[in-house]
């Protein structure tokens, strides 16, 4: 048949026993090149450059630098394999470890801001400083800014209450007082004490100081810490550590060992000493440190680095300062700007003048400026039932009254007393552990009180001083009494001499003398009523007797006609 040819015979037919296409062998020829092409790329390449499915993954990913180096020059290609190359695993081959240098750098970008920490630490400051800024009070966004001489003064402070070796450091044991008082007395003579470490060059251990306002359930140990951010890294047991026999619990010094401590200032060389200062006499230089000292000293009176100490101790830990916060919110005082007013009475009659409640809400309207909202406080009653009628425009916040254990209340007894009989009864020991104590609502008051506009108030109330002290830049304080600040008892004369106020300009001066002249009233007037007393009771005597007289001369004639 014409153009037929035999099988076999074709041009260019596939030879016998072969099944391969021309296509076949040419994705074949391909492929044999691209794995070349893999190789060399693998065995030529810096390792920098190496292709990796690596660097596709988050966590494997190398850090991506700003700007690398130049690569260094590719080393000679080795002598050609006599076998042809094997093909390429599915997977590229594990990447090798980077140099030291190359991983420190690595580790210290993804180590952010540690890294950055270190390197501050290493330059001469770093993380010791930012930890003293911080104990100081300091670098916390909600914290309002401190001048440098108050962040520069509290530096100083965390630096003496942290020494780096507690065990050979200077300190100083707090002894607790054997009564009870208030929260502010306590505190109070707490700051008063750091001073007086400080003016050691000592180191405050406060571990033997505890508060009947905090509760046993919450806190067992009911030191300020279950309140305060700690006073200092170095414990009781640092000072124990000196001690004969000592007891291996903190809690529980020796038998007779903290009276046999030196006390200050005879404390002379001893390493540990004990007492306390209710109201410690100074100059500025003595508690300074450093040569900003001088300069603050001529600025700034005794009584503001009373208000630092005091502001130091009463850092609130973090639980009290959530509670603060979410107090402040539900009382809407989180917003704008607010007024406070403080009335003191109950047990604080017998030492200071009382005022009525319309005396501290005309103080109010005299310095508002505008004020829409006051937050009160009081440990009696009746200014939460008529401060509000008193200040119509004006709208009144408080605690809710049932929130307190110790609910306000007239009458001249010891709230501390009080507080201390509930925590020990029965009852209150077999119920739960309360969310929040006393001691918390305390002080969460105050730092609403101290976080006012003005704050009218009178100042021979410790609770008042502790407002002051923690009061926020800008904000006034107006004490009824008209008495200056200091921050000791109201009994003890000022301790600042001639150059910040002699007694008579002082609360020593101005609430002592008015205390006398009250005195001397409350002597006339019981005088006045005990000799109307005598009379009423003479009067009657002698009403009875001719009573008596009366019966017996009517009787007689009775008797004789009987």
Not at 192 to 208: E, V
Not at 520 to 536: F, I
């Amino acid at each position: 048949m014409l153009g037929h040819r035999p099988h076999g015979s074709a041009r260019g037919a596939a030879p016998r026993g072969g099944g391969a296409t021309p296509w076949v062998v040419l994705l074949s020829t391909i492929a044999l090149v691209q794995s070349g092409v893999i190789y060399l790329l693998m065995t030529f390449l810096p390792a920098g450059e190496k292709p990796s499915h690596r660097a596709a993954h988050p966590t494997l990913a190398p850090a991506t630098p700003t700007a690398s180096p130049p690569p260094p020059p590719p080393a000679p290609p080795p002598s050609p394999p006599a076998s042809p190359p094997p093909p390429p695993s599915p997977l590229p081959p594990p990447l090798s470890p980077p140099p030291p240098r190359v991983a420190e750098e690595a580790r210290a970008v993804a180590g952010g801001e540690k890294a950055e920490e270190e390197a501050r630490a290493v330059a001469g400051g770093g993380k010791a400083e930012e930890e003293a800024r911080a104990v100081a009070g300091g670098g916390k966004a909600e914290d309002p800014p401190l001048d440098e001489d108050a962040r520069l003064f509290r530096e100083h402070l965390a630096r003496v209450q942290n020494p780096p070796d507690c065990r050979a450091a200077r300190l100083y044991v707090f002894t607790p007082t054997k009564y009870t008082s208030g929260i502010g007395s306590q505190l109070r003579t707490i700051a008063n004490s750091l001073l007086q470490a400080l003016a050691a060059n000592r180191t405050l251990i406060l571990d033997l100081a505890t508060s009947t306002f905090v509760h046993p359930r919450r806190c067992a140990s009911r030191r300020y810490d279950c309140l305060f951010e700690p006073l200092s890294r170095c414990t009781l047991a640092d000072a124990l550590a000196d001690a004969p026999n000592a007891s291996a619990s903190p809690d529980a010094p020796p038998h007779g060992w903290l009276d046999a401590l030196p006390r200050l200032p005879l404390g002379g060389g001893a390493r540990v000493v004990a007492g306390r200062a209710s109201c410690f006499r100074f100059a500025p230089a003595e508690v300074g440190g450093g040569a900003w000292a001088a300069a603050a000293a001529a600025a700034r009176p005794p009584s503001w680095f009373v208000t630092q100490a005091f502001a130091y101790v009463a850092r609130p830990n973090g639980e009290l300062r959530a509670w603060t916060a979410a107090l402040a919110a539900e009382l809407r005082l989180d917003g704008e700007a607010y007024g406070a007013i403080h009335v003191r009475r109950g047990d604080k009659v017998q030492e200071a003048l009382s005022h009525r409640t319309g005396a501290y809400a005309a103080a109010f309207l005299n310095r508002s400026a505008g004020l829409r909202r006051v937050f009160l406080a009081s440990d009696d009653e009746e200014p939460y039932r008529s401060l509000g009628a008193l200040l119509p425009q004006v709208a009144v916040s408080h605690v809710p009254l049932d929130a307190w254990k110790v609910r306000p209340h007239t009458g001249r007894l010891l709230a501390a007393k009080i507080i201390e009989n509930i925590h020990a009864s029965h009852a209150e020991g077999r119920a739960a552990a309360p969310a929040r104590d006393e001691a918390q609502l305390l002080m969460a008051q105050v730092y609403l009180l101290a976080g006012a506009r003005l704050f009218v108030g009178t100042l021979t109330s410790n609770y008042a001083l502790m407002v002051h002290d923690l009061m926020r830049a800008g904000g006034e304080v107006v004490d009824l009494d008209g008495n200056e600040y200091y921050g000791c008892s109201v009994i003890d004369a000022p301790p600042w001499g001639p150059r910040f106020g002699v007694a008579a300009r002082g609360r020593g001066g101005v609430a002592i003398e008015a205390e006398a002249r009250e005195q001397q009233k409350r002597k006339a007037e019981g005088a006045r009523k005990h000799e109307e007393v005598v009379k009423q009771k003479e009067l009657m005597r002698q009403q009875a007797e001719a009573r008596a007289k009366a019966f017996r001369e009517h009787s007689r004639p009775v008797r004789a006609q009987g």
